[in-house]
């Protein structure tokens, strides 16, 4: 069993939600990304996704893009995106980490290459926001063998065809894309994510995670009352962007923490 297979597992067992925070690798401090992550392991993030940095984010907003821009003005790229795996892994080997980014970095690199050096860095699980599932299911397999979970995203404009392929291949969890639009745009409307699950959950059978527009605790409260786990990534991403090197470690771990509290409240 994977080890987020595992961690629902556990979860589940324990009646509580999954909380995944999403980091852009090597934002805002490249030196600063592994103790960012280890505390908010620390303070109850069930998952990590790392976002790998990419010049052309289309599916993420200004706040990410920008996370994107500062790491790559930095150097990092996806050397130093499995380099932070392989430090966080050194100190944490039960916390699951996706990577997350798009198809061009991860083509530039050689997806042989890319597998062979991302599982041995400890890397759970891979999300491709521009591979679709019709045209993933080779690299899903490669991944799958690999013993890493092909992670898709659903949207509230995808059809019962586009959710039937996404659960013929998807392991892991799939993340669910709460609104139309970019990474941090728009009010959350937690009754239509509530509506939009049933028909999600009838044609996938990994847990669902739902994201975008969520950027407090009343909000990943309510969330977390109808899917089966919160991701959060705008807002933290905010957040990290105005802390100094002593504050940063400290600030995600409390807002984490404060998030946590309010999905174990129900």
Known sequence: MSRIAATFEALKRDKRKALIPYICAGDPMPEATVDVMLAMAAAGADVIELGVPFSDPMADGPVIQKASERALAKGIGMAQVLAYVRGFRAKNDATPVVLMGYANPIERYGIERFIAEAKAAGVDGVLVVDYPPEEAKAFAAQLKTASMDPIFLLAPTSTDQRMAEVGRIASGYVYYVSLKGVTGAGHLDTAAVAAMLPRIRAHVKVPVG?????????????????????????????????????????AAAAFIAEIRAALDQG
């Open 210 to 250: 739902v994201g975008f527009g969520i950027r407090d605790a009343a909000t990943a409260q309510a969330v977390g009352r109808v899917a089966d786990a919160v991701v959060i990534g705008s807002r933290l991403v905010q957040l990290l962007e105005a802390q100094t090197s002593d504050t940063l470690a400290p």
